[in-house]
């Protein structure tokens, strides 16, 4: 079992470019999760989605952030016209279950994001 | 909003003492308190987890306290080694609920285990 696989590991993009990121969960697992890690704001929750269903994007910001789930073995995360505060590492994890007393979410090890 | 908090923010600890780290949470719904353990480049790894139907959960050198009517709790490791040197991340959910409760995280405590 490889883990959760996140790609690229790092990646630099100019003002305004368009950065994806792309996470494998591992499998057999139905959830998967995004979170942003700064040094300020600490691990923030973006969104969830069980059975490749989008199930909470709450944490996500309202513009230029999209994710998707086409199949089980991958998601992607979307930043549009990234900015400079769109720095910071982004972290996938999988979840065989979450909720319902099922517990336990595995962490990919993150796609270190630079915006100049 | 913080709902989960951390203290210290950094600790420094002989190699040998025992390390505590300390948690609190506002939302008295939470049942469920994993602590996650990160080095640097990497993500998060769990590393023991509680329910708050239990006061205490052991794994080896390390063991989480927990105060329900507090809304509180702590990690002890004991015989604190330098490769236990990370940051930790305490961190809340509701997990006895068909409707989904994001994992909600303190600032992390960033331990420093001195040979």
């Known amino acids: 079992n490889a883990g959760v696989i996140q790609t690229p590991r790092h990646k630099v993009t100019g003002k305004g470019q368009e950065a994806t990121l792309w996470c494998e969960p591992i499998?057999?697992?139905?959830?998967v999760f995004w979170y942003r890690q700064t040094i300020v704001q600490g691990l923030e929750f973006l969104t969830y989605f069980r059975n490749q269903a989008p199930i909470d994007d709450s944490g996500m910001p309202k513009e230029r952030f999209s994710a998707q789930m086409p199949n089980q073995s991958h998601s992607t995360l979307k930043i549009q016209s990234t900015q400079p505060q769109d720095s910071a590492v982004y972290l996938c994890?999988?979840?065989?279950?979450?909720?319902?007393?099922?517990?336990?979410?595995?962490f990919g090890p993150g796609t270190r994001l630079l915006v100049l | 909003q913080q709902q989960v908090r951390q203290s210290p923010q950094s600790l420094t600890v002989w190699e040998g003492e025992t390390a505590i780290l300390n948690c609190s949470y506002e939302?008295?719904?939470?049942?469920?308190f994993p602590w996650y353990q990160q080095f640097p480049g990497e993500g998060p790894a769990l590393l023991i987890a509680i329910r708050s139907v239990s006061d205490k959960k052991e794994d080896g050198r390390f063991t989480i306290f927990f105060n329900k009517r507090e809304k509180k709790l702590s990690l002890h490791i004991t015989d604190s080694q330098p490769g236990d040197s990370a940051t930790y991340f305490c961190a809340a959910s509701l997990i006895a609920s068909s409707s989904f409760s994001k994992l909600v995280f303190g600032q992390g405590t960033s331990l420093s285990v001195v040979p």
């Open positions: 939302n008295s719904a939470f049942d469920y």
């Open positions: 994890a999988s979840s065989l279950v979450w909720g319902l007393n099922q517990d336990t979410q595995y």
């Open positions: 499998s057999g697992h139905s959830a």
